[in-house]
């Protein structure tokens, strides 16, 4: 019989999560194991809120919990394991160990295939990959996931003539919205490859109004503006003066979404003295912990904070990496945050990729976002968003000019050795050879970019806009450009 303590407890968890109030939540849960132990709904709740917090390594143990005392659906708490594992703590041998054994639990589990199948794709394993998707689609034939990541596979072995077959047949078949929307964009994907232009065109508009249809967000022009003026009001108008730290700080890659960062990073990552973050998400993570009060927030903040800020940077850093190592943090959208940045990390300096906009435009257009770039749905909210992003980052530039470094794809894919050997200038560091190997090199990537960013440089994505720009009408004019792509003066 369930003592009244421990009631309460539970009942305070709860609705500290219904409220989304995560710490008290934790501790709410906290308190009502160390009451019963065997508790596998408390241990699996709590797991719970403390992924949410990033705190990443407790949830592992109480996930761990869950499993232990017989929760009632062990193979989820093993997949929420591996997400953690693979995401967050980049130990994809031991999330595939977690992935496994939820399918040796539950064979007809599908998010334990597809996310097997995502894991094998971040690692360049399409065999397997391969694999991991037909054994969802042997247990649900309509399932949209796999069906479309199966055909960016085969696009990416030169077959995009086989993926439209196979997409056709499985849209016939698939009804729910997302599902339909994946295939969609898959099939925009192949219809490009086959340089079928107009057919992808119409298959990438249709996978855009469905995911826009059933997305939980909205792009809001005004309130992208509004938060802009606000960052420019709010951020500190120099990098701030606090203590040297023993490290070096972190290499920012920063820039629109699609604008070549992931192909930068890899390249950088060559260099023995850098190691490739990805897209880390302590600073996205820490802005949203503040809510509204930020950015204004940053002008009440001491040297001491931010000093505290930089400490707990480091320890969410879940890589492996040397004294004399310097990361990579390559979460684009940072570029929002530059003067944070520069508060946390007075010497840090940014890699800011871009290329010609309109390219950037389609190539955001065509990719499958899943509800996290609400502005990708149209050309008219991308030019938007795009103008936005120009203008703070101009304004960045006034405050740091000496700390932030253009690097144009369009010029890196065509000269690529002066291209890498002046940002490694930039950087304070000596060249060295390996970085002009144009083969890839790193086992993992987890971007929208994994199959891409593995074959050699090419000049195909320059001018892509072309292809598309009866489409680009009204988001070139409000780019300020003629017909022809050039700056109207």
């Not at 992208?224 to 290499?251: G, Y």
């Not at 310097?326 to 929002?336: E, G, V």
Request: with cysteine; charged share 25%; glycine share 4%.
């Amino acid at each position: 019989m369930m003592n009244e303590e421990l009631k309460e407890y539970l009942a305070k968890g709860a609705a500290a999560l219904r409220a989304g109030e995560l710490s008290a939540a934790v501790d709410a849960y906290l308190s009502a194991v160390a009451v019963r132990n065997n508790l596998p709904d408390a241990w699996f709740n709590l797991a719970w809120a403390q992924r949410a917090l990033r705190q990443f390594r407790p949830a592992l143990t109480s996930y761990a919990q869950a499993i232990r005392y017989g929760v009632e659906r062990p193979e989820e708490a093993h997949l929420n394991r591996a997400a953690i594992l693979s995401d967050h703590l980049f130990q994809l041998d031991e999330a595939e160990l977690e992935l496994r054994q939820a399918i040796d639990i539950n064979p007809y589990f599908i998010p334990a295939w597809l996310n097997l199948g995502h894991l094998h794709e971040d690692r360049g394993l399409a065999d397997a990959a391969r694999k991991a998707y037909m054994e969802a689609l042997a247990i649900d034939a309509r399932n949209g996931r796999a069906h479309a990541r199966l055909a960016v596979i085969d696009i990416s072995e030169g077959h995009p003539g086989q993926a439209i077959t196979n997409l056709n047949r499985a849209l016939d078949n698939v009804s729910d919205a997302r599902g339909r929307a994946d295939i969609l964009f898959a099939m925009g994907t192949a219809h490009d490859a086959r340089e079928n232009y107009d057919e992808a065109y119409l298959a990438y508009e249709a996978a855009n109004w469905l995911s826009r249809s059933v997305s939980p967000h909205r792009y809001d022009r005004i309130a992208q503006d509004r938060l802009v003026e606000r960052l420019i009001a709010a951020s500190p108008k120099r990098a701030a003066s606090i203590a040297k730290s023993d490290r070096a700080a972190p290499i920012f890659v920063v820039g629109m979404f699609r604008s070549g960062s992931t192909l930068v990073e890899q390249i950088l990552a060559r260099h023995s003295k850098i190691v490739a973050g990805g897209e880390l998400e302590f600073l996205p993570a820490l802005t949203s912990s503040y809510g509204d009060q930020y950015p204004e927030i940053l002008q009440e903040l001491s040297t001491s904070d931010f000093e505290r800020l930089r400490d707990l940077y480091w320890s969410d850093i879940q890589i492996d990496i040397t004294p004399t190592s310097i990361i990579t943090d390559k979460r684009c959208d940072n570029f929002m945050h530059i003067g944070l940045i520069k508060s946390i990390f007075p010497d840090a300096k940014m890699i800011h990729t871009h290329r010609y906009p309109l390219d950037n435009f389609v190539s955001l257009y065509a990719t499958d976002f899943d509800h996290d770039v609400p502005y990708s749905y149209d050309f008219c909210d991308i030019a938007h968003y795009y103008l936005t992003y120009l203008r703070i980052m101009e304004y960045w530039k006034t405050l740091y000019p000496k700390d932030i470094y253009d690097i144009n794809y369009d010029l890196l894919v065509a000269s690529p050795r002066r291209e890498i050997e002046r940002a490694i200038n930039f950087l304070g560091l000596n060249w060295e050879n390996q970085l002009e190997n144009s083969s890839y090199q790193s086992d993992v990537v987890q971007t929208a970019s994994l199959w891409q960013v593995r074959k050699p440089l090419t000049l195909r994505s320059s001018g892509r806009w072309l292809h598309y720009a009866k489409h680009l009408t009204k988001a070139r004019e409000l780019l300020g450009l003629s017909e022809s792509g050039v700056k109207i003066a």
